[in-house]
């Protein structure tokens, strides 16, 4: 079964041609898609021959894909749209890509521009290529989408492709640490360990009975898991880290009220929820209107 293509649409408050020189200049172009680390021009034998390019993809630990490109650009006077049509691939077998096809269009509207790509590729490797596309696809889609929202906060807004995903990934970082800190602190510590530390202090503070404050620790380190996968799941983190901000003091001031000779212990809740509460102020301030694959259209249908 044939995968569908991959189809990206944004509006941006901007005219055809802002749009066009942002993602056809290859010098502005790299500087907001996620997808490529350098666009490089090669020289046209003449105006009609395609404008074929060489790209690279920095991956991390010094591995890089290096393909080639040819596009063609079309300008409809009539209603003053503009389209790029592509030809791009790479021979390098790290890549799943062998070989695609595709088209940006550029259409005016009331507001702006209405952006839109949409592309398909052969994979390579056969059966287990296929099946690696099952994965590949969708995390191309989404990093296609996110360039569109970046493009369209830097030309609608002014704030510069590299600041945004400076914040983006910061804000990625900080999710994981805490989906971590809570999933960890809840399994390891109260469900599987039930640290007789963990059992004493809940004890102190509620004068449970042992058996019983053995058994509320379990379901303490339940919640804290439950909270920590909905780090991974919950789209609004600023409401995340408000909560931190108002839960770590009051963790911290009832460890203090269990066991006020805690503050004096190596790695002890006063510095490591002091932190905690730090780090989720930061976050908050990161999270406010970070970019997003979600405010592009995924299909046609949509």
């Known amino acids: 079964m044939k995968n569908m293509p991959i189809y990206v649409e944004i509006p941006i408050k901007a ?3 802002e749009v066009w020189e942002k993602s056809q200049n290859p ?9 490529f680390s350098s666009i490089t021009y090669l020289p046209k034998k003449s105006e009609d021959e395609p404008q074929s390019f060489q790209y690279e993809t920095k991956i991390g630990f010094g591995i890089k894909v290096s393909g080639w490109g040819k596009s063609i650009g079309t300008h409809n006077k009539g209603d003053g749209s503009k389209v790029s049509s592509l030809h791009f691939g790479t021979p390098q077998k790290i890549s799943p890509i062998s070989e695609g096809k595709g088209y940006w269009k550029y259409t005016p509207s009331n507001e702006g521009t209405t952006f839109l790509t949409q592309y398909d590729y052969e994979v390579r490797y056969g059966t287990f290529g296929r099946i690696a596309d099952l994965f590949f696809r969708p995390l191309i889609g989404w990093a296609t989408a996110l360039s569109f929202d970046v493009l369209k906060r830097w030309v609608e807004k002014g704030e510069l492709p590299r600041v ?4 983006f990934f910061s804000n990625v970082l900080i999710t994981l640490l805490f989906f971590f800190i809570w999933f960890y602190q809840g399994l390891v510590p109260k ?3 039930k640290h007789p530390e963990e059992v004493a202090m809940l004890s102190s503070l509620s004068s449970m009975e ?8 379990g379901v303490v380190g339940i919640l804290e898991v439950l909270f920590g ?5 919950y789209r609004n983190k600023r409401h995340l880290y408000l909560l931190q901000i108002i839960v770590f003091p009051t963790l911290t001031l009832s460890a203090l009220l269990a066991d006020p000779a805690i503050s004096s212990h190596p790695f002890n809740p006063v510095t490591f929820n002091s932190s905690l509460w730090i780090l989720s102020i930061l976050g908050f301030v990161l999270a406010n209107d970070v ?3 979600t405010s592009c259209k995924r299909s046609k249908k949509e």
């Open 164 to 167: 945004q995903y400076l914040r």
């Open 27 to 35: 010098v502005l172009h790299e500087q907001w898609d996620l997808r």
């Open 229 to 233: 996968l909905t780090w991974l799941f």
């Open 210 to 217: 042992m058996d019983l404050a053995l058994k509320a620790v």
């Open 15 to 17: 005219s055809v041609d």
């Open 291 to 293: 970019p997003t694959a």
């Open 191 to 193: 469900i599987i360990a």
